[in-house]
């Protein structure tokens, strides 16, 4: 079906901020314009944004203004200026696209157009990927008729009706390959094992600092590394190393990773940050994960994240302050094979949910429901 068929409707997600939100946006939007419908992604100015959504031609995007929260004087004064000019942008785009639906997937890129979207009448949905919801979705949940939350979290206030337990979008490009087929991808030695390091969309100072200072210690021991540092941080490059066996292994050091399914497939182990985007990627590989969740992330969420992936069998979790220790638990699971087994196996039993079979149909439902789908209805009636 084109997007100028029948029943064809027009969304609008506002995702853009950071990888967590964006990622799960470009997958709600690829599902959508499968079956027919148009979308536009709001997204923010920041070049992490900027270098993913390059990747997807077919998307229509809007660079909204917007800045992110802060109590400071200098950054409280910006983000209410930012806030202010995201809004007025956004009544002018949505006046002229008349979309059916907003959906938000949190974080300071989503205020200005689900306050827009409320000022004309138009049906909000919600998203939240963390286990404990963030900022926005809290302060906005109250005028959403569609609440999509991790199972087994909830709002106060908001149970039952609207309120729909969901995982987070995982985009198409991201799927679990075979990995002899991934390490030949990537150009790594197929025979030693690999450890892949992740600080998220942001890139972490400190988990950089940590692969500089081990990848000879681990390439002694015979395991390649693959750091992914983030944009703008560490030093990037290919290193290499001659082992007790007189065998060269490598390490690499990336600032942005375009195959991120290649990677996480290609990984016996991945250390990582414990953003939502990266644990439904690392559920969608099967890859087992030592996370060390960001200690300064609002409200301790990445902890909460981190212990929910643990318990449904997908890894370790350590505290930030026990990094000094991680080189001895990567090299003891890595030479654990039952155990990376076991892990897989878990990780495999979750990645059969579909979080896109729940949200697309929810919300063509809705869409049909709103002023501007009545009527297109009724068009399509006449027509």
Not at 8 to 37: D, K, N
Not at 66 to 91: C, T
Not at 244 to 261: I, K, L, M, P, T
Request: glycine share 10%; aromatic share 6%; net charge positive.
């Amino acid at each position: 079906m084109s997007a100028a068929g029948v029943n064809a409707r027009r969304f609008v997600i506002a995702c853009g901020g950071t990888g967590g939100h964006l990622s799960p946006g470009i997958a709600l939007a690829e599902a959508l314009l499968a079956r027919g419908h148009g979308v536009t992604l709001f997204i923010s100015q920041k070049k992490v944004d900027a270098r993913l959504v390059a990747h997807y031609a077919q998307l229509a995007v809007e660079r909204v203004p917007s800045a992110p929260f802060s109590w400071g004087p200098r950054g409280l004064l910006r983000f209410y200026a930012e806030q202010l000019k995201g809004l007025l942008f956004s009544l002018r785009f949505i006046c002229a696209y008349q979309p059916d639906v907003i959906i938000g997937f949190g974080g300071f890129t989503s205020a200005a157009v689900v306050l827009a979207g409320w000022l004309r009448g138009i049906p909000v949905a919600l998203h939240e990927a963390n286990r404990i919801p963030g900022r926005a979705i809290r302060l906005l949940a109250w005028g959403a008729q569609r609440l999509y939350l991790p199972p087994g979290v909830a709002l106060p206030g908001r149970r039952g009706r609207g309120v729909r337990p969901t995982g987070l979008p995982v985009r198409a490009d991201i799927m679990r390959q075979a990995p002899a087929v991934a390490r030949a991808q990537l150009g790594v030695d197929p025979t030693k094992k690999l450890l892949v390091l992740l600080g998220g969309s942001q890139g972490s100072s400190n988990l950089n600092q940590w692969a500089e200072d081990n990848w000879a210690a681990l390439a002694s021991a015979g395991i390649q590394l693959y750091c992914v540092t983030g944009l703008g941080k560490g030093q990037t490059g290919e290193r290499s190393q001659v082992n007790h066996d007189g065998v060269v292994v490598r390490a690499w050091f990336e600032a942005f990773s375009d195959r991120v399914g290649v990677l996480l497939s290609a990984a016996d182990l991945v250390v990582s940050r414990a953003g939502a985007g990266t644990l439904a990627e690392l559920v969608r590989c099967v890859t087992p994960a030592i996370l060390l969740p960001y200690p300064q992330a609002a409200d301790n969420h990445q902890w909460a994240n981190a212990t929910y992936f643990v318990q449904q069998g997908g890894g370790l979790v350590l505290a930030e302050s026990a990094l000094p220790t991680l080189r001895a638990e990567v090299l003891r699971v890595l030479q654990a094979d039952a155990l990376l087994a076991q892990f897989r196996a878990q990780l495999l039993r979750q990645a059969q949910e579909d979080s896109l079979a729940t949200m697309v149909p929810d919300l063509e439902l809705l869409a049909r429901g709103s002023p501007a789908g009545r009527r297109r209805e009724s068009e399509e009636v006449v027509a």
